[in-house]
């Protein structure tokens, strides 16, 4: 199926915090592996922190970037890299679902929108739409992160090598693991419907208890992670081709990229804080990057069910229409301004 016109180079801002090495590294391997212009180069100083307060998130990022974007009317796509700040720490007394915390990756996407809360995509399940800021006055943005720096290289290295390999999306398999096969939530019934809208032939479909692991020439994966109580290892030991794209229901596997010990596990539970890693028992999502995925969804807190990506939106439009990462995962989504980040290049997109 044709796709409309996809993001390119010209249109990508990237953000590089002057403070971070790893930031300045990640920023500068990106600019010339994808050719961006050095133009849409965007440096701050913020806090080489992965928490900051909603006061210095408005000074040291969003102030600047928002500049550095309104002086280049061409972009439409941000790309933070590590190093940038990750979350904005809640204020006092606030409520879950209308918080005023958030990941600054969807902060900045929906700055336009913002308020305490979730604020409505308006490219969400934008199918065939063409992203135009003047129809969507949002950004997308996407993060350059991993547990190491040659973690985050190697997967835009398989980033680049997915647009130049024709064949993936058809060679390539799209494991969807439901948690049983008795569909008791929306969770599974969008896992259901992802796996409906694939081609059978390049379908892992499992409806059992048990979890998938150790699958080779993986393209995409959608399940529960940790929140599936049959999963004991944090790692599925899965063969990823280049281009492969991660997506789980955990509400905390974003909160961090410090990578934990070899010997944590995700067997804990919210009870026993000496089973936590980092605040939280749940899975991680650098953890899949680590295993050779190139791109994965996360969040930096409880986003709820109902806010997290949808896999029947995310997987046909990156694997089926052509849609780049940015595009893919900005129509899977329903609400900016919220916990939700996507680690990965923009503009990931599968050769034809």
């Not at 700055?111 to 065939?128: C, E, M, Q, W």
Request: with cysteine; net charge positive.
């Amino acid at each position: 199926m044709p796709c409309v016109a996809a993001l390119r180079p010209e249109n990508v801002l990237v953000v590089r915090n002057d403070a971070s090495l790893r930031s300045r590294e990640i920023a500068e391997h990106y600019l010339r592996r994808r050719a961006i212009p050095l133009a849409n180069l965007c440096a701050i100083r913020a806090p080489d922190n992965e928490r900051i307060s909603r006061t210095e998130y408005r000074s040291t990022v969003e102030a600047p970037v928002l500049r550095c974007a309104a002086a280049r009317p061409a972009i439409l796509a941000i790309v933070l890299t590590q190093g940038v700040p990750l979350r904005i720490l809640p204020s006092p007394g606030a409520q879950p679902r209308t918080t005023d915390a958030a990941s600054v990756d969807s902060e900045l996407a929906g700055v336009k929108l913002a308020g305490n809360g979730p604020a409505a995509n308006p490219y969400f399940r934008r199918r065939d739409a063409e992203f135009d800021r003047s129809r969507f006055p949002m950004f997308l943005v996407l993060r350059l992160a991993a547990y190491t720096v040659s973690d985050v290289k190697r997967a835009m290295e398989r980033s680049l090598e997915a647009g130049r390999t024709p064949g993936l999306a058809a060679r390539g398999k799209a494991v969807i693991d439901m948690r049983n096969d008795s569909d008791d939530g929306p969770g599974d019934g969008w896992l259901r419907d992802a796996a409906i809208k694939l081609p059978a032939d390049r379908v892992i479909f499992d409806q059992s208890a048990k979890v998938v692991e150790g699958v080779q020439q993986v393209i995409a994966y959608a399940g529960w992670g940790s929140n599936d109580k049959n999963r004991k290892s944090r790692r599925l030991g899965f063969g990823w081709l280049p281009g492969g794209v991660y997506t789980e229901y955990v509400s905390t596997n974003a909160r961090t990229f410090a990578q934990p010990p070899a010997s944590w596990k995700i067997l804990g539970t919210w009870s026993d804080q000496s089973s936590w890693f980092a605040g939280s028992p749940q899975s991680l999502t650098a953890d899949a990057i680590a295993d050779g995925a190139s791109a994965a969804t996360g969040h930096v807190d409880e986003p709820f069910l109902d806010a997290t990506p949808r896999p029947e939106e995310l997987l046909p439009a990156y694997l089926l229409r052509g849609r780049t990462l940015a595009e893919a995962y900005y129509m899977s989504i329903p609400y900016l301004s919220w916990m939700n980040i996507c680690v990965g290049d923009p503009l990931m997109r599968l050769g034809s």
